[in-house]
């Protein structure tokens, strides 16, 4: 098997300081300059990634009292590898108690012949409060796209809030028909965990025609959107935050 | 494959009281939005949905009838039902169901859940529950559960479209082997679960369109099915 293999770690603490901030492989991390009172870091893309066969891992946490917002400079391009493997790609987010947490990085793209599978596990704390938005982008412009298993689980004080896996590609069978993403070429989540909406959860809404705020069984909504591309998801999503109050 | 064909064919059949007919299975929203127009976006909106909704659900109904807490189960189909119009339809259906399965198989399970949640368990826990009363196997139900995602929306084309009946038909037994390889994939689901006792291997796969439309459609002033 051949692949890079790599794990980055960022954890913010509550006086803005960054005790951990270490970027591995394809991942270069910067501290950047945030426009209010959190600390701020921007993934950098270090090479192309992930390929084939790559191994990778994001782990952040945003330490008891922290406020920590997550970006990244480019695009995540997923591009098939030499010899047909697939990549892997676990991101472990923790926000502490009365912590804040905004994971705000640019589209995923599924480039052609591509193969990857990500999995996004979430740990809020009961007092915390999670902005998280992830796209999907099926192919660079004109191509089929590849393929790609996501997969997000949310906990809210270590009890599953939200357990959701989207598969399209070559193999999913279905997933193109009207069920799923019926021909849309971006798709994409904004996930908002908030105590305050444990008393008063947002209100359902339509954002067009294909996109919805729903409110959570737990005390989170989740923006769910498809679209033509990734602009026209952007809106879309951002539509959604500012109906739950949120600034993604 | 259990012994007992007569009580699962019972069980999913179209007519078995317990309100299913009211429902689309997304179709209706579907057809409105042209996404479905005739057999061939049919079988791809039905694919679509079976190898997502119809696997939770499935894997759901097996480990309910496997002996998992039904509870738990309920939670996890919770976190997998981001809308809540689906989250509605799907506790309105269960509460149905156990009226028509408290009658049909009398057994002290099913009282039992009647009275601690009257506000009803997820359709599919409920069936996997039924089946147990019923002697059937994780297997039984999975296949159930798989065949009454597609037939649902099936049936509803041929009422919204005026479709073919044989075409409908037609386009179920295309999805055959899809049905039979999504229930043996929910049932090594519902085996882990139980075996481990966590919820977290169930699958997870979800229909962003599904869930969007059934927001839009629960708003809709006139329709002609509930879901």
Do not use: N
Request: aromatic share 4%; proline share 7%.
């Amino acid at each position: 098997m051949t692949g890079v293999t790599a794990h980055a770690r960022v954890t913010a603490a509550p006086d803005g300081s960054l005790p951990l901030l270490r970027g591995d492989g394809p991942f270069a991390l910067r501290r950047t300059r945030a426009a209010g009172p959190w600390s701020q870091v921007t993934v950098v893309g270090a090479m192309s990634a992930p390929l084939g066969g790559d191994r990778l891992r994001l782990t952040a946490e945003a330490l008891p009292g922290a406020a920590l917002r997550v970006t990244s400079a480019a695009a995540t391009i997923a591009l098939p590898g030499r010899d047909g493997d697939g990549a892997t790609y676990d991101t472990a987010l923790t926000v502490g108690a009365d912590a804040s947490l905004w994971w705000l990085p640019e589209p995923v793209v599924s480039a052609a012949r591509s193969d990857l599978r990500m999995t996004t596990r979430v740990d809020v704390a009961d007092t915390a409060r999670l902005v998280y938005r992830e796209e999907q982008i099926l192919g660079r412009a004109g191509e089929e796209p590849g393929r790609l298993v996501a997969r997000l689980v949310l906990r809210i004080g270590g009890v599953v809030a939200l357990d959701q896996e989207l598969a399209y590609g070559p193999g999913v069978p279905g997933y193109d028909g009207g069920a799923v993403l019926g021909g849309h070429r971006a798709v994409g989540q904004l996930l908002v965990a908030d105590p305050a909406f444990a008393d008063k959860p947002p209100e359902a809404a339509l954002l067009g025609g294909t996109a919805v705020v729903t409110p959570l069984a737990a005390s989170a909504a989740l923006v769910t959107a498809v679209a033509a591309d990734g602009l026209a998801l952007r809106r879309l999503l951002t539509a959604g935050a500012e109906h739950l109050g949120v600034v993604a | 494959m259990s012994t007992r064909r007569t009580a699962l064919l019972l069980l999913a059949d179209g007519r078995f009281p317990a309100g299913a007919h009211a429902h689309s299975g997304g179709a209706e929203a579907a057809v409105r939005a042209g996404r479905i127009d005739g057999p061939a976006t049919l079988a791809a909106f039905c694919r679509g949905r079976l190898h997502t909704t119809g696997l939770v659900a499935a894997a759901l109904a097996a480990a309910a009838c496997a002996g998992c807490d039904p509870y738990a189960l309920d939670a996890a189909a919770d976190a997998r039902t981001p809308t809540p119009a689906l989250r509605d339809t799907a506790r309105k259906l269960g509460r149905q169901l156990l009226r028509a399965a408290r009658a049909t198989w009398p057994a002290p399970e099913l009282h039992a859940v009647a009275a601690t949640r009257p506000r009803g368990l997820h359709q599919p826990v409920v069936l996997g529950l039924t089946a147990r009363a019923a002697g059937l196997t994780p297997h039984d139900v999975a296949q159930a559960a798989a065949y009454d995602t597609v037939s649902s929306p099936a049936t509803a084309a041929v009422r919204l479209l005026s479709l073919d009946p044989f075409d409908a038909t037609a386009v179920l037994a295309g999805l055959a082997d899809a049905m039979d390889a999504v229930a043996a994939q929910a049932t090594a689901a519902a085996e882990a679960v139980l075996a481990t006792g966590s919820t977290d291997h169930l699958p997870a796969a979800s229909a962003p369109l599904l869930d969007i439309t059934a927001q839009q459609h629960a708003a809709w002033p006139v329709r002609l099915f509930a879901s």
